[in-house]
């Protein structure tokens, strides 16, 4: 048995921030899943198979590269960003706590640069300093449990990256932890929505938080809020090393 | 004035995890500054000029690369891993504050692969749901505010990445972040020391709490902590996409 499983990151959109081993697994597969617009991504080839998949199948597409990998192929699971954030690689390994079977076969997963990362360097460096990362999308967990990690984030003055702050299905995610964020920190806590980072549609725009709405943010936007002492330098944002 | 300054990441070791993008800013540049390990990676060439720096040297090199870039240069400042992370873009930011005249320069961060997300993927996917990222350093900021904010980490239930566990200066670092995860975690939580990932030293162990000890870090090792669903499947650890 030869084949393998590849969850790779195809970075925040730029084919320039792929990486070189992310390249080299597309170069060598017979098989590419994933959403419908990381799929889009990848150029077609004779002898490789393209499995477009909605956004909403993860489980259903890890089990259906598991069983291509076991019979053979080298299958390439696509994710946005990096695999691990979010994305695809948790769903690969739940998919593998139902089948020992399958504990055996050759899986690896390939970094890539995840969006918060393309955004804050768009930005300058407002994730300089410990910082949090939550995913606002409360299709898998309570709205609860993101309220209270919203809390804790900012009474530890950690920066924050957002994933998924609205979707079609959740739109109201975003005003929910603006009126959260609104609670717990002052009105000029900087907060930055960076809109499909790395793409002709890139958009970054950095407002004070009592000026931040939620229709700044939609599904492809980033949303990244600064500590008490994340500031402005010039046309940057950024959050210095040292704190007290 | 044609110069420009990158402040490029080199990813966590491995040539294969470089972006395309920080690939062709060093084959344009004239001057490559740096950490002297990070500097040490970079190939000579007839026409570059490499300017390797102690790691306590941030903010001046940070000025000597503004400066050079000032001057008509193309200058690259390279971090291990993301610039954005615990690395140089906070630090170039920082020196830009003195300098209004400098303001207008052609600065870009580009993004990096940074240690975190290779450890995680070399582990599984340890990172799968929200986490926080804590840098054990206490060079520039009180431990208290370290402590505090591992406190306010577990008791959201977040995953945890830890750079700089300990270092030559600082070797209890490690050892004190331990003690505050035995006070809020469960014995069983799994806890990863990822060590000179994508590296010929790479050594990856994934223990209990119960059993972490500080000599299982050392300066190239990041941490990772699993939240309370994390889990082991065949010889990967996961974080369910899913919480109650």
Redesign the interface.
């Known amino acids: 048995m030869s084949g393998w499983l590849a969850v790779a990151g195809l ?1 925040p959109g ?8 992310v390249r ?1 697994a597309l170069s060598e597969a017979t098989d590419v899943l994933g959403y419908i617009p990381y799929v889009a991504r990848i150029a077609p080839r004779p002898g490789l198979c393209l499995h477009p998949s909605d956004n909403r199948e ?1 489980l259903a597409r890890a089990r259906h590269a598991l069983a291509l990998a076991a019979a053979g192929a080298r299958a390439v699971i696509v994710s946005s960003g ?5 994305a695809m ?6 998919a ?2 139902d089948r ?1 079977d399958w ?2 076969l050759d ?8 969006a918060m ?2 955004a ?3 930005a ?12 606002l999308s409360d299709n ?3 709205w609860a ?1 993101i309220e ?2 919203l809390r ?2 900012a ?4 920066a924050m990256a957002f994933y998924n702050p609205c979707s079609a299905a959740r739109p109201e995610g975003m005003g929910r932890a603006l009126a959260v964020l609104r609670e717990e920190c002052e009105p000029g806590r900087l907060v930055t929505f960076a809109r499909a980072v790395s793409t002709a549609q890139e958009c970054i725009l950095t407002v004070p938080l009592a000026e931040a709405a939620p229709q700044m943010a939609d599904m492809r936007t980033i949303v990244l809020v600064g500590n008490r002492a994340t500031r402005r ?4 944002v ?7």
């Open positions: 970075g730029d084919e320039a921030l792929l990486t070189a081993e080299a993860e990096d695999p691990g954030v979010f690689a948790s769903a690969v390994f739940e593998l706590e020992p504990e055996r899986i690896r997963v390939l970094p890539g640069i995840t990362l393309a804050a360097a768009r300058g460096a407002p994730l300089g300093h410990d910082f949090c990362v939550i995913n898998l967990k309570p449990l209270r990690r804790l984030a009474r530890g003055d950690f330098v010039g046309r940057f950024y959050t210095p090393r040292r704190a007290e």
